[in-house]
């Protein structure tokens, strides 16, 4: 039995908030952006998240040819839902009009998507769903102090989605979607056929909530007849200690690996791409070099989206995935980190 990735979509939403604009906004610099971070522009939903994680979810619906009738389980990783109830994922059923699925979201922030991965695939693999659509979609626009120089800069919204399916062993459709072809692959080495057979896992998920102050986003305040009104307190912005996040960071994200590819049995050396949450170029950059990887095998994509939480691993595994540069047999490791303190990586061969 295999569990593995029969689809991929991905939505950004039209509106760039270039760093050029942001210079409009805040004392800030393009320059400053760039050296700091890597990024260039984000993309700012003006319709929401479920309106952008439907749109992820029907293109991967559409690249795998699996109609709604047949999805088992719909999980959304957000932590921006446009309602505290229902959840995106209900609202994203009723929009594909997938009755039979089941739905909840999992918020984990920016590890929210492949905490969702790890989540559906140990449905399927326990027998209890055949496929699931597991999205991740988040609109931090909402939630940054649009006049901190230090928060803004960093997030955009978008959303990805990637549908997985349970098959029998010798069984399984084209990885990627059950009509892609190799043609137009860039020319590497390829596994060999023994190796090929598409998989995923082992995976890793980790927490710690006694540092989560460090990354935070209050919600609605309580509001009561206890609750003397001006007490109640407000509404509040994402509030970071970047420097602190950027710790956490670099330190966990190549030991999560590490030991990820140690669980494995796989040497860094054969991965093909290392697909990792997209904060900061120079996290990114960090991780390479600790891991002594090149970071030719780190594709990134920040440069034109900014941070999108939840959403920036399954945007970026589209991209590889419709630009043709995953085959048969790629052996991907994916990691990320968020707020919580959150971070996970997950192990699959394409
Ligand atoms: N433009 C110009 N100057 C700025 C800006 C800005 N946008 N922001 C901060 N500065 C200034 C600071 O005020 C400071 O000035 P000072 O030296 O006069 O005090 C100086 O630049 C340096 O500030 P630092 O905070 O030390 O800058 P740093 O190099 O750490 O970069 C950054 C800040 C980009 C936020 C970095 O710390 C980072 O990327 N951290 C990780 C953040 C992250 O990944 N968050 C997402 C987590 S995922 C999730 O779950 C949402």
Redesign the pocket.
């Known amino acids: 039995m295999r569990i593995k990735i029969i689809g991929t979509g991905s939505f950004v939403p039209e509106k760039a908030l270039s760093n050029a604009a942001?210079e409009q906004m805040?004392?800030?610099?393009d320059a400053?952006?760039r050296e700091?971070?890597g990024i260039g522009s984000r993309r700012i939903t003006e319709t929401g998240t479920t309106d952008m994680a439907v749109r992820a979810a029907r293109r991967a619906m559409e690249m795998a040819g699996l109609s709604p009738g047949e999805l088992d389980l719909i999980v959304v990783g957000t932590?921006t839902g446009d309602c505290l109830f229902p959840g995106t994922a209900c609202e994203v059923q009723a929009a594909l009009g997938a009755e039979r699925a089941a739905c909840f979201d999992l918020s984990a922030?920016?590890?929210g998507f492949l905490f969702s991965l790890n989540t559906a695939s140990v449905y399927l693999e326990a027998g209890t769903y055949r496929t699931a659509l597991v999205v991740g979609a988040?609109t931090?626009s909402k939630t940054v102090d649009w006049s901190d120089?230090?928060?803004?800069?960093?997030?955009g919204d978008g959303a990805g989605a990637a549908l997985l399916e349970r098959t029998e062993s010798g069984a399984e459709p084209e990885a990627g979607g059950r009509k892609s072809e190799d043609a137009g692959r860039e020319n590497v080495d390829r596994p060999a056929a023994g190796e090929r057979e598409s998989r995923m896992g082992p995976f890793l998920m980790r927490a710690d909530g006694g540092r989560g102050g460090v990354?935070r986003c209050q919600a609605a305040p309580l509001r009561n007849p206890f609750i003397k009104e001006e007490n109640a307190g407000d509404f509040g912005y994402?509030s970071?200690?970047?420097?602190?996040?950027?710790r956490?960071?670099v330190k966990t994200v190549p030991e999560a690996l590490e030991e990820l590819l140690a669980k494995a049995g796989v040497p860094a050396e054969d991965i093909r791409y290392f697909v990792l949450?997209q904060?900061?170029e120079?996290?990114i950059a960090s991780v390479a070099k600790r891991m002594r990887q090149p970071l030719s095998k780190f594709p990134m994509n920040l440069e034109h989206y900014g941070?999108t939480?939840?959403a920036s691993i399954p945007i970026l595994l589209d991209e590889l995935n419709r630009e043709g540069r995953l085959g048969r047999g790629d052996k991907l490791a994916l990691a990320?980190?968020?707020?919580?303190?959150?971070w996970g990586a997950t192990y699959l061969v394409w």
Request: proline letters at 0%; one cysteine or more; glycine letters at 12%.
């Open positions: 942001l805040v004392e800030t610099s400053w952006i700091r971070t932590s922030a920016c590890s988040d931090l120089r230090g928060t803004c800069i960093l997030f990354l994402l970071m200690n970047g420097q602190e996040v950027f956490f960071a949450h904060a900061n120079r996290i941070n939480s939840g990320g980190f968020g707020a919580g303190l959150t």
